[in-house]
DNA sequence: TGAAATGTTGGGGCG
DNA sequence: ACGCCCCAACATTTC
């Protein structure tokens, strides 16, 4: 058996249990190497998920520290780096868990044929998802193009358990140099209120896990009922977690699973949604196009608004419209938004104030802490029409409607909208924009962009005339 | 994982 | 007792 080092290039998958490539690299007795890259890919990535990633990357760092060993790091074009290393260590391999959007994609296959072209053994392995995208077929053997169809599939599929994680690992004897993670500013893009935000970040593989055990121990009884409520803690939390690999989803689905098994109301709407999650990488990986062009050929004639004044009212939760202002807020204060709120504030950019769905996609991109680019595209594109399993017209969401339905004590858009009720927690909105915004708390709250009757009846409009 | 318009039904008040 | 109107509740259709 060989022992030259194995190098263990980490991307999104910052933990050490339910890591099928890391426990095999154990499971070799060679010496590791794990190292994490800002290449070019990374670092385009939005403000603060990049912040988060970097929070993601230290607490991984100790986590690798507590089995012996050393993330190293490395800036610059991942090809050119991983080669600095291997001809730094003599590493006979290079070993990675998969990604599945186009860009990671295009970049790992040119370095697959690359490093092996010079000899070196370059294996890549799942666990990013439940299953791997090419493995859940429809019966004539082509993809899923229907949520539920897919559900049902993947019901009839055993999801590998997860790996423990391991105890300890050999290292090298001498490490090569790694950069300093501060010297990357990875934060710099959320200089603007990055102490806001970090107050609801829950960061690291230990945390992670704490809280998918705090969530089944209780508040998944009410989960399918509570899930609609923004006002309403019901939800996991976990998606922050999932996009870096703080937690496997593997992990997270037989925990769900041993939930349902002993009768926990709400844990099959649960793993449901974790489907949800895996949906958007068998669509992704299918139709990688769904993150920039129109996924139902035919709306490329629709007459979508660029990039425009109401939309930066949207950006900044300034539309006079308070449930879709409460979400965009939410979402500028905590780094993420309810789900239900992203539907509705999704649904107002592009049916109220027609603009294109790109539009917002890259906000969210720039925004969220648990960006995640498949579930971004996929939930953009359902949402203006132009994506699977869409019909247009069910997607012209009434705020006001919603606002009373799903948010009746007005405790969500209390909480963010200081001009209408001031409170402790909304006051931070206005702590965490840029000055630049000019938005301070004694703001008048503004008149709506648009009146909704009207707004819906233009969308219909164009929704009619595009159909032609 | 919509909303609004339109249609249907059935009970109660009333002449 | 009966028909009529009103209207709420629910169902269906349409966008």
New binding site residues.
């Given amino acids: 058996m060989s022992d030259e080092p194995l190098i263990l290039w980490f991307r999104r998958d910052l933990r050490l249990a339910d890591q099928p490539m890391l426990a095999a690299a154990v499971a070799t007795g060679r010496p590791l190497l794990p190292v994490f890259i800002l290449d070019p890919e990374t670092d385009a990535i939005g403000a603060a998920p990049k912040w988060r990633l970097g929070l993601a990357v230290a607490a991984f760092a100790e986590a690798l520290a507590g089995i012996g060993l050393r993330l190293v790091l490395r800036r610059g074009p991942a090809l050119a780096a991983l080669r600095e290393l291997v001809a730094e260590t003599g590493a006979g391999g290079v070993w990675w868990s998969r990604a599945y959007d186009p860009a990671s994609v295009a970049r790992d296959s040119g370095i697959k044929a690359a490093l092996q072209a010079e000899g070196r053994a370059a294996r890549s392995f799942p666990g990013h998802l439940m299953h791997e995208p090419c493995d859940v077929a429809t019966g004539q053997g082509g993809f899923y193009r229907v949520?539920t169809p897919y559900w049902n599939a993947v019901l009839q599929r055993a999801v590998p358990a997860p790996e423990p994680a391991p105890k300890v690992a050999q290292g090298l004897k001498v490490w090569p140099t790694s950069d300093s993670l501060d010297d990357w500013h990875l934060g710099a893009g959320m200089n603007r209120g990055a102490a806001v935000v970090a107050r609801y970040q829950v960061v690291g593989e230990a945390a992670a896990r704490a809280r998918l055990h705090r969530f089944l121990s209780g508040p998944v009884q009410g989960y399918a009922e509570r899930r609609?409520f923004p006002g309403v803690p019901g939800c996991s939390g976990l998606s922050e977690n999932l996009t870096y690999g703080e937690i496997g989803v593997r992990e997270v689905w037989h925990a769900g699973l041993r939930a349902r098994d002993e009768g926990k109301a709400g844990a099959e709407a649960f793993l449901r949604?974790l489907a949800?999650r895996d949906f958007s990488y068998h669509l992704i990986h299918h139709t990688p196009e769904i993150v920039s062009r129109n996924w139902k050929p035919g709306w490329d004639r629709f007459p979508w608004r660029g990039d425009n004044g109401d939309a930066e009212s949207w950006r900044r939760g300034m539309t006079g419209e308070p449930f879709v202002d409460a979400a965009m807020r939410e979402m500028y204060v905590t780094g993420r938004m309810h789900?239900?709120a992203r539907?509705i504030a999704a649904s107002y950019l592009t049916k109220h104030l027609l603009t294109d769905w790109r539009v917002g996609l890259d906000w969210f991109a720039e925004c969220l802490t648990d960006w995640d680019p498949a579930a971004n595209a996929m939930g953009w594109q359902w949402v203006a029409g132009s994506g699977p399993d869409a019909?247009p017209?069910?997607?012209?969401?009434?705020p006001a409607?919603?606002a009373v339905?799903f948010d009746a004590d007005t405790a969500y858009r209390r909480r963010f909208l200081a001009e209408l009720a001031p409170g402790p927690e909304a006051m931070s909105f206005f702590d965490a924009v840029p000055r630049s915004w000019r938005l301070y708390a004694d703001a008048a709250y503004p008149l709506p962009l648009v009146d909704?009757?009207e707004g819906?009846a233009r969308a219909?409009?164009a929704?009619?005339e595009g159909k032609t």
């Fill in positions: 949520f609609d949604q949800w789900n239900r539907m019909a017209f069910f997607r012209i969401f009434n409607g919603q339905r909704l009757a819906r219909l409009a929704l009619a």
